[in-house]
Nanobody, 116 residues
Framework: QVQLVESGGGFVRPGGSLRLSCAAS????????MSWYRQAPGKERESVAL????????EYADSVSGRFTISRDNAKNTVYLQMNSLKPEDTAVYYC?????????WGQGTQVTVSS
């Protein structure tokens, strides 16, 4: 079955960096777009970044463009989110997501807290 397992969250000061990882299994990873979403307390879940199966196409939310970078290693079935210049408003639970055979699959999420 499809499994997505995020890791790499934590506490960081404003201006700091974190790299999130999402290990995937149970589907044809290299042929599947992957996304990162986040949900802050009291807010709706929002899309952060997307990467195509080959990695040739990426998209970002305006709020993170220029600070975050999504990438993938198809040999390791893993997608990454490099987050630089973090701000307090980036505090959220970050989720890995994919769509496979017309169903959406989500990881369990990893907490990112940005605070001074």
């Amino acid at each position: 079955q499809v499994q997505l397992v995020e890791s790499g969250g934590g506490f960081v000061r404003p201006g700091g960096s974190l790299r999130l990882s999402c290990a995937a299994s149970g589907f044809m990873f290299s042929m599947t777009d992957m996304s990162w979403y986040r949900q802050a307390p009291g807010k709706e879940r929002e899309s952060v970044a997307l990467i195509s199966g080959t990695g040739g196409t990426t998209e970002y939310a305006d709020s993170v463009s220029g600070r975050f970078t999504i990438s993938r290693d198809n040999a390791k079935n893993t997608v990454y989110l490099q987050m630089n210049s973090l701000k307090p408003e980036d505090t959220a639970v970050y989720y890995c997501k994919t769509r496979f055979r017309m169903d959406d699959y989500w990881g369990q999420g990893t907490q990112v807290t940005v605070s001074s």
